[in-house]
């Protein structure tokens, strides 16, 4: 390890250095994939021909914007899909998984949730908790089953395939949310997708592909999903996209949930671009090197807090499938520090003091730590929770790895300033 210019405790300096030297052959993994990824990129922009005048936006309707539909043809080759839907007034991945399932379900349907109960905020979306009446999915006629994990780990393969049977959609959530079940691998998505499709070969799988984009060299609609979803928040905006979100995969599909987004009749042909098509195109473009940025923290945060006596998920030497770790702090005290201490190594905001909050969309208070460039940027590298056992820490992001590996030792340092930790 270089020499360090913060105030780190030399003992904590000394466990980090081991740390980083026992995760090398996962750094090398990590920088082949993103070598592969980012060719692929790089082939997308060559083979569509992106111009200087992609660069630029559009005001109004947004007819003809060349920026806007080259950058839907970028996103569809690079994620192997047939269509994509890229547009910066996605608020969220949320709103653009909302857009998807109300684009693809009508009254009567079901949607089929393989991977056990979807994240947090898609709770109210689809009617499972707070009011009846405010519009969800259950509001419009959509039913709703689920099939719990296997030891709330593992999908459950054959009850996957009995529900399959009656559903529109299969959906698969990718990353773990806030639970500690492991998060999917392509393959695992892949046989998932198989399973429903053999019982039920109209069905359509929907994968929640947040935090997973260019973490493995192959993207779930190469392994049987219809149409996948993320946020440019998060890696595929590469730190650089200040909003927005894509929807790609079928193109019939594509098309409904941009008819969702607009207007039925207009889909896709309108919404101009004001001022981001630079930034969207930039920001994917170095979105495969970013990721590897933030595994890389990832992995060295796991062995890091793994040798100070800490449980993590994945543990250090497992194959990352997204760029989310969970770090098992054991108690409220413990995970508060953590997250102030990620907080004063951030760029942005440093001084201040996050605390835990009723945030909305989800049900228990939440603490979040995020000094971003971007609000709310998990591609960047922040740590959030909600107060609740087993008080993990939620890690993700780190636009660059030295500044990631800095934030993640200011955290233990600022556990152990407050007497939590004995090395």
Known sequence: MNECIFDIDPKLLSVASEAENECREMFEKIDSNAEYNGQKVLKAFIDNRVSEGCLKGTTGYGYGDMGRDTIDKVFAQALGGEDALVRHTFVNGTHALSTALFGVLRSGDTMLACTGKPYDTLEEIIGIRGE??????????????????????????????????????????????????PSLTVEIIGKIAETAKKANPDIIVMVDNCYGEFVERKEPLSVGADIIIGSLIKNPGGGIASTGGYICGRADLVEKCADRLTCVGMGKEVGCSLNQNREMLLGFFLAPQVVASALKTSVFACRFFEKLGYKTLPESG??????????????????????????????????????????????????MAAGAFTMGASIELSADAPIRPPFAAWLQGGITYPTGKAGVMLAAQEMYNKGLLRI
């Open 132 to 181: 009846k009446g405010n519009g969800s999915l259950i509001d419009f006629g959509v039913k709703y089953e689920q099939v719990d994990l296997v030891d709330e780990m593992y999908p459950d393969y054959d009850e996957i395939a009995k529900k399959a049977v009656g559903a529109k959609i299969a959906y698969i959530q990718r990353s773990r949310g806030y639970s500690l079940r």
């Open 318 to 367: 497992e194959t990352r499938t997204d760029i989310i770790a969970s770090i098992l702090l054991e108690n409220e005290e413990n995970l508060v520090a953590f997250c102030q201490g990620i907080q004063k190594g951030s760029p942005v905001d440093s001084y201040v003091t996050p605390e835990a909050w009723d945030m909305p969309g989800y049900d228990s208070k939440v603490i």
